[in-house]
């Protein structure tokens, strides 16, 4: 029985340097995840994914620039520059990550009108993307999580797999955020509430 699985988010090339929604050093995490994949049972990769409408993209308010918040029927929504187009080059794994062990992809974000942070449900947190059940069909109880970035995709997936009830930790060292309006600090609160293990290395 498969008991622990590494979780890789969104480390993609929009998330890297020269992206469209570019994470500071997103790019020198891949060697390390790249490494850490041997050591799980389970290895999943999740991809934003994105429609070209999608309602989380500032350039489809009018008026409204990248970094603001507006309300959603589901919550306040942070609005991004345009990322992560299904198909579009910014939407591929960056080049150099291993992906070809990956026993799943899960994409995220693909409904125009709701965005998904997280890679267990979407931001009304509740529609789910699958993965719990997958994940429990394969008998996974610890969960590991490396991507981009720490404060946004990997933070919600952090926090959504504890209330779950896995054991998760999230490799800061194979991580790296956006830092938007102290969001690490506050990343790092909630996960820590939730009994999120943060370690490095
Ligand atoms: C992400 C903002 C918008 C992430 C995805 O992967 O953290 N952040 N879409
Ligand atoms: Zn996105």
């Known amino acids: 029985m498969a008991g622990s699985a590494l979780i890789m988010i969104d480390i993609q090339n929009d998330f890297c340097p020269g992206g469209a929604l570019a994470v500071g050093g997103g790019d020198e995490i891949v060697p390390l995840v790249n490494a850490l994949q041997a050591d799980f049972d389970v ?3 999740t991809q934003d994914w994105h429609p070209a409408d ?3 993209f500032a350039d489809n308010h009018a008026g409204a620039t990248p ?3 507006v309300d959603m029927p589901y919550g306040p929504q942070v609005l991004w520059p345009a990322h992560c187009v299904q198909g579009s080059a910014g939407a ?3 080049g ?3 992906t070809d062990s990956a026993d799943l992809i899960i994409r995220k974000g693909f409904r ?3 965005d998904s942070y997280s890679a ?5 947190h509740e529609t789910p993307t699958g993965l719990h059940g997958y994940l429990q069909e ?3 109880s610890d969960l590991t999580m490396v991507g981009l970035a720490t404060d946004f995709c990997v933070r919600f997936s952090a926090v959504d797999a504890a209330k779950l009830g896995y054991n998760v930790t999230v490799r800061m060292d194979a991580c790296r955020a956006i830092d938007l309006d102290g969001s690490l600090a506050a990343a790092r609160a909630e996960m820590a509430e939730h009994g999120v293990v943060m370690a490095d290395g």
Do not use: C
Not at 120 to 124: K, Q, R, S
């Open 120 to 124: 267990f449900f979407e931001n009304d």
């Open 67 to 69: 970094y603001s918040l």
């Open 112 to 114: 125009a009108a709701i």
């Open 92 to 94: 591929a794994f960056h």
């Open 138 to 140: 394969r008998g996974v």
């Open 43 to 45: 290895r999943v990769l």
């Open 54 to 56: 999608h309602s989380s």
């Open 96 to 98: 150099g990550l291993q």
